[in-house]
T-cell receptor
Framework: KQEVTQIPAALSVPEGENLVLNCSFT??????LQWFRQDPGKGLTSLLL?????REQTSGRLNASLDKSSGRSTLYIAASQPGDSATYLC??????????????FGAGTRLAVHP | KAGVTQTPRYLIKTRGQQVTLSCSPI?????VSWYQQTPGQGLQFLFE???????NKGNFPGRFSGRQFSNSRSEMNVSTLELGDSALYLC????????????FGPGTRLTVT
């Protein structure tokens, strides 16, 4: 059974710091891994998608890496800003018995960036 | 291109009632998945539909059901509501039947009293 763990559960940093969020999963048989951001009471915003054959993806100040063999992914945020404050969720797509779209989520990392 | 839309955004129901939530995927997307988010359990997969067929189902009781229409719009239904069904219900859409990026709607906040 796939399980996803995110460390740390919460993080508070001053503006401008570079930071790393960690995600680990127990079963390496995944199709892809997706990082999301969630603001309080809102839906999920997709940040980055890494296919199982890829090692990393970049978008602006965000860089996500994937090491499928060790069951790990990291999300690197450069030069953090107060607007980055949100909960960051990691989800692996292991598919299901009938198809390809079944995400298993970690509990998230709650990030606070203070001025 | 419009994003995933969900209606209604907020609902208050009484124990024992039933509720229907609606999701309209991004135009051209044929896969629709539903998730339940609660403070205690986090985000949990409910089910996924593709071309009007349920392909995957999570570990939820039979009170939770869904369907998908020919235009890819989807509905989920919860019968005999319980207090524990209070949650944010999120819908996600994806383009094809392979593992593409999933896009989430704003969710429906269901409160059961």
């Amino acid at each position: 059974k796939q399980e996803v763990t995110q460390i740390p559960a919460a993080l508070s940093v001053p503006e401008g710091e570079n930071l790393v969020l960690n995600c680990s999963f127990t079963d390496s048989a995944i199709y892809n891994l997706q990082w999301f951001r969630q603001d309080p009471g809102k839906g999920l915003t997709s940040l980055l998608l890494i296919q199982s054959s890829q090692r990393e993806q970049t978008s602006g100040r965000l860089n996500a890496s994937l090491d499928k063999s060790s069951g790990r992914s990291t999300l690197y945020i450069a030069a953090s800003q107060p607007g980055d404050s949100a909960t960051y969720l990691c989800a692996v797509n292991s598919g299901g018995s009938g198809g390809y779209n079944k995400l298993i989520f970690g509990a998230g990392t709650r990030l606070a960036v203070h001025p | 291109k419009a994003g995933v839309t969900q209606t209604p955004r907020y609902l208050i129901k009484t124990r024992g009632q039933q509720v229907t939530l609606s999701c309209s995927p991004i135009s051209g997307h044929r896969s629709v998945s539903w998730y339940q988010q609660t403070p205690g359990q986090g985000l949990q997969f409910l089910f996924e539909y593709f071309s009007e067929t349920q392909r995957n189902k999570g570990n939820f009781p039979g009170r939770f059901s869904g369907r998908q229409f020919s235009n890819s719009r989807s509905e989920m239904n919860v019968s005999t509501l319980e207090l524990g069904d209070s949650a944010l219900y999120l819908c996600a859409s994806s383009w094809m039947d392979t593992a593409y990026e999933q896009y989430f709607g704003p969710g429906t906040r269901l409160t059961v009293t």
